[in-house]
């Protein structure tokens, strides 16, 4: 395995040569695994409020927006969105549940201030919608799979390998990238498609995450590797599957 590919990516400006040396025992062949399903985490409005700005700037007003990282990742991760389904693959998307009563109140890990609890917040992205037979979960903590039925959908559809993009990298990604591994899955995260409200947040953590328990995949690599699928589909005979 080469080890200057297997680290190239998006930490190599901040974590120190010593580090990468520290850790190049992890160095691996990086694919995409057998039976895969796309999980898009929480691409809910509030992450784009503010518009395409800084995001000292968009924070002011919208704490919660993770400004111009959010829409940097809205062309690639459509792209992956694209690839995904002209590949055939199910597709999950996690949102908060805003239902008064689903999260108990009194129950906070930190002081940060409330986020707004508007129902139309938490809509799916329009560039991102849910399509017919797509499966959009609600949760109420970071992980995708705390108190949802998404191991019972993956494990009755035969999925081995989970593709995640979304936001946070360091929050919502992580916790669910973590939980995946921990459920046995093969999980890739898509640098590219992932994102969160601070750029060193999200590199240490893709980095860290890359080495434990996820293999990080530039878009491009992922994109290629789901066209060659749907390629090997449309010439499959009736009855065999892509994935």
Not at 100 to 121: C, H, I, K, N, Y
Not at 164 to 186: D, I, M
Not at 217 to 238: C, F, Q, R
Request: proline residues 6%.
């Amino acid at each position: 395995m080469d080890a200057d590919r297997f680290e190239d990516h998006c930490w190599r400006d901040i974590i120190a040569p010593d580090l990468i040396e520290l850790y190049s025992h992890y160095a691996r062949r990086t694919f995409v695994g057998p039976a895969p399903a796309l999980l898009a985490i929480d691409l809910y409005e509030l992450a784009y409020q503010g518009g395409n700005q800084p995001v000292p700037i968009v924070s002011r007003t919208f704490p919660s927006a993770c400004g111009e990282y959010a829409w940097n990742a809205i062309e690639p991760t459509q792209r992956l969105f694209a690839a995904a389904r002209g590949a055939g693959l199910p597709v999950f998307y996690t949102t908060s549940d805003t239902r008064p009563l689903s999260s108990p109140g009194a129950v906070q890990a930190t002081r940060r201030r409330g986020v707004p609890v508007d129902p139309a917040l938490y809509e799916i992205k329009g560039e991102f919608a849910p399509q017919a037979g797509d499966v959009v979960l609600t949760k109420t903590r970071a992980s995708a799979f705390f108190g949802t039925p998404l191991v019972a959908h993956l494990t009755q559809m035969g999925i081995r390998t989970l593709i995640l993009c979304g936001e946070s990298t360091s929050g919502c990604v992580r916790a669910s990238a973590v939980e995946a591994y921990s459920h046995g899955f093969h999980v890739v995260l898509v640098e590219e498609c992932c994102f969160d409200r601070s750029l060193l947040s999200h590199k240490v953590n893709l980095f860290d995450m890359h080495h434990k328990y996820a293999d990080v995949m530039s878009v491009a690599e992922v994109v290629e590797h789901l066209d060659g699928t749907a390629t090997a589909a449309d010439i499959s005979p009736v009855g065999s599957g892509a994935r």
